[in-house]
């Protein structure tokens, strides 16, 4: 089994900065990506960003240069950057994994982090 431990969440000020982490552990074979998705009450889940196996990335629009994704493949560990953040950012942010054994890609979510962001 895989589990996926999240953290780095909580109440920041608009301008401020916060760091998320996501630490994959257990059974992992290839990892195709990893990333950062959102929710906010009454929306539906979107991407932040993510970063995929050979290193490119993704953003959303409304994050681009606010947001960096970075991994490190040692631990297993996904990060997101959050700076100037915005009370638009507030939300619930969801890790996502993606593996893949040689013949299925499987999808891990963690249990997500809280950000609320106050004008």
């Known amino acids: 089994q895989v589990q996926l431990v999240e953290s780095g969440g909580g109440l920041v000020q608009a301008g401020g900065s916060l760091r998320l982490s996501c630490a994959a552990s257990?059974?992992?074979?290839?990892?195709?990506?990893m990333g950062w998705y959102r929710q906010a009450p009454g929306n539906q889940r979107e991407l932040v960003a993510n970063i995929i196996s050979g290193g490119s990335t993704n953003y959303a629009d409304s994050v681009k240069g606010r947001f960096t994704i970075s991994r490190d493949n040692n631990k297993n560990t996904v990060y997101l950057q959050m700076n100037s953040i915005e009370p638009e950012d507030t939300a619930l942010y969801y890790c996502?994994?993606?593996?893949?054994?040689?013949?299925?890609?499987?999808?891990?979510w963690g249990q997500g982090t809280q950000v609320t962001v106050s004008s």
């Open positions: 996502k994994l993606q593996t893949w054994n040689g013949k299925t890609e499987y999808v891990y």
């Open positions: 257990g059974r992992i074979f290839s990892i195709n990506a």
